[in-house]
């Protein structure tokens, strides 16, 4: 949430805004308790979990999200302890293929999952195109926002955070579907995995791979708008790949579409357009007090084909900074 107010053009000052990070910054877990250890004994600690109390198993996403968020908001956050620790547990997370899962480093023996208690086919937390993608972009955004702001990041920091982002975009450049899309595992499905990793590398546009990858991707997502405008994507996809983003349009995913193209495409291109005026045109009332979107399509993933996720705010705070950065572009206001 910190995120889509302060791309809509909330004032970064605003107290409200402030009090958030803080509450933020004291979720962060400093302790060494974890079953990570078992695979990663030399990574240290400072990340942010998926729950309130999860300490045992801090996610790497999540303290992506944690990263972004503190630095949006206040970028000399840069080189504060807490962005720094979560920085140095990321990269300490990072799997052997040069991707990230969720929670554990090269936990990736997926014949587990063929076993008749293979609990939803999970047992494994291998490398996910949307985790990697996150990832690359708090490591981008902490670069771009320590150079702008003239903020001196540690040398060897700063070596670390290139040296993974490369590993990283040649994780995601080897599985990127031919189609141009990459496959979401914790969000539904290929227009988040593909909005995640588009978001991801437009800080990285140096990278030869990088531009093909990006053009691909933004094709694919403009080869999937609905005739409404928007974008959506069913939980069928994750049974049928060739459904890829086929279904009715949804506010989360018309969102994460949108700010995909908008890393590679003008405020003015027909796609983006079309997107911004679906988002528009289907706001509603909340009970006299503002607006939202409404929103009954499952567009979380806890278990590809198992379990799905309802989250209320996906419908908010997505559409606000999505809208933020179509502004943004326009030039209607400066980016914090």
């Not at 290139?162 to 994780?171: E, L, P, Q, W």
């Not at 911004?276 to 979107?293: K, T």
Request: charged share 20%; hydrophobic share 35%.
């Amino acid at each position: 949430m910190t995120r889509g107010l302060c791309d809509a053009g909330v004032s970064v000052h605003d107290p409200r805004l402030e009090k958030a990070v803080s509450w933020l910054e004291r979720r962060q877990l400093m302790g060494s308790k974890g079953d990570w250890r078992v695979y990663s004994p030399n990574s240290i600690p400072g990340g942010f979990s998926f729950e309130y109390y999860n300490e045992w198993y801090p996610d790497v996403d999540d303290t992506a999200a944690a990263i972004l968020a503190m630095i949006i908001q206040n970028p000399h956050a840069t080189h504060s302890k807490a962005v720094v620790q979560a920085t140095k547990r990321i990269c300490g997370m990072q799997n052997k293929d040069g991707g990230w899962g969720a929670f554990d480093v090269d936990n990736d023996k997926l014949w587990l999952n063929k076993i008749p208690f293979s609990d939803m086919d999970s047992l494994c937390d291998p490398s996910s195109a949307d985790v990697t993608g996150h990832i690359l972009e708090a490591f981008g955004l902490l670069i771009r926002k320590g150079q702008e702001h003239k903020i001196e990041i540690d040398e060897g920091l700063l070596g670390q955070i290139v040296r993974a982002s490369h590993r990283g975009i040649s994780y995601l450049a080897h599985t990127q579907e031919t189609s141009g899309a990459w496959y979401g595992r914790w969000g539904v499905n290929y227009i988040y995995g593909t909005s995640n990793v588009l978001c991801g590398l437009s800080y990285f546009i140096e990278d030869d791979q990088v531009m093909s990858m990006r053009v691909s991707g933004s094709q694919w997502i403009k080869t999937v708008q609905n005739s409404d405008g928007g974008w959506g994507e069913s939980l069928e996809t994750y049974g049928d790949p060739e459904k890829q983003g086929i279904g009715s349009s949804t506010p989360s995913q018309t969102a994460w579409a949108l700010m995909a193209l908008l890393t590679t495409c003008t405020s003015n291109d027909e796609a983006v357009v079309r997107g911004v005026e679906y988002l528009i045109r289907n706001q509603d009332d909340v009970r006299g007090n503002g607006v939202s979107w409404s929103e009954k399509l499952f567009t979380g993933t806890g278990f590809p084909n198992f379990l799905y996720i309802g989250y209320t705010l996906y419908r908010h705070y997505f559409p606000l900074m999505a809208l933020g950065r179509f502004i943004s572009s326009s030039g209607e206001f400066c980016e914090h």
